[in-house]
């Protein structure tokens, strides 16, 4: 305690200094009181240190814990004196009664003595206040109580242990299957890393072909749109116009030339005019015909 009220600041060597009056009296004598007796019993004087609320505060606090441990320890020192006294009151008794029964330690043999001793170690370790056979057989069962529960303790701590053993076991072996795998990995990814390059490469080229594509695909929209095409234009509609084309032109074609045989008609003209007219009006009507049928086939859905 003084050791550490050595440690406070301004300590000299003549006494308590400072305006007490702006301090609790009770509490600052009471710490006045208690330092000249710790520093009077180690045989030195109270060093001098300055007064303030936090080294009043602090004192009062470190006096008022050191009184309370101090009563403590006499309270506990005068109750172990008492036990001390019984016990040698006790132990006066004890040697009166073997020295009348003639059971004196100086009256036993060198193996009674050792005996003695024994069954006192035996009573100490066992925690018995007497030497009669049932209180060695309750601890002794006690003991026995104590050494089951530590041996179930203890299996089932190895049981733990194995079960911990093997679980880190199979996660280290978990462990070099992963590392493996990762390393075959890593060489797999190193080998196709040139492939997955062409194949990004070959992916952009491909983007911008699309792009190109539907640029062109875009252009031939508009230029169809400006040649007047349409959804009913398809090819199965062109085909039949080319088959009504080719039927109409083999209907034609003796007409045609018939019309032109005319050209060696006799010199009447009346009766060759006659005749031309006859032809013309059969190549209107053939043309009419024509252009219903065109008009029908483009009119008619594409299945």
């Not at 305690?1 to 305006?19: D, H, R, S, W, Y």
């Not at 056979?133 to 089951?148: G, N, P, Q, V």
């Not at 019309?259 to 005749?275: I, M, V």
Request: proline share 3%; aromatic share 4%; with cysteine.
């Amino acid at each position: 305690m003084a050791g550490l009220l050595m440690t406070q600041p301004g300590i000299g060597a003549g006494g308590v200094n400072g305006n007490e009056g702006v301090f609790d009296a009770a509490h600052v004598a009471e710490v006045k009181t208690w330092l000249k007796s710790v520093f009077e019993a180690v045989g030195r004087e109270v060093p001098e240190f300055e007064l303030t609320p936090q080294s009043v505060t602090h004192l009062h606090s470190i006096c008022a814990k050191s009184q309370k441990r101090t009563q403590a320890a006499t309270i506990v020192a005068a109750d172990l004196r008492q036990k001390a006294s019984e016990f040698r009151t006790e132990a006066a008794r004890v040697r009166e009664v073997l020295d009348c029964a003639g059971l004196s330690q100086e009256n036993l043999s060198q193996g009674g003595v050792a005996a003695a001793h024994t069954l006192a170690t035996v009573a100490q370790l066992l925690d018995i206040n007497n030497m009669e056979t049932s209180s060695f057989l309750l601890a002794m069962a006690e003991l026995s109580l104590k050494r089951a529960d530590v041996e179930e303790k203890r299996s089932k701590a190895q049981k733990e242990s194995k079960m911990l053993l093997d679980n880190t076991r199979k996660a280290i072996a978990r462990l070099t299957y992963l590392k493996r795998t990762l390393t075959q990995l890593e060489e797999e990814a190193a080998v196709r890393e040139g492939p997955m390059m062409q194949w990004q490469t070959n992916l952009k080229m491909m983007a911008s072909k699309e792009r190109q594509y539907l640029q062109q695909l875009a252009n031939f929209k508009a230029v169809l749109s400006r040649l007047g095409y349409t959804s009913e234009i398809s090819h199965g509609v062109l085909m039949q116009m080319v088959e009504i084309r080719k039927e109409l032109e083999r209907k034609t074609k003796p007409i045609m030339d018939t019309l032109r045989s005319y050209q060696d008609l006799p010199p009447d003209k009346t009766l060759a005019e006659l005749a031309i007219e006859e032809k013309r009006k059969e190549y209107e009507e053939a043309e009419k015909y024509l252009e219903e049928a065109l008009h029908s086939a483009l009119n008619t859905p594409n299945d």
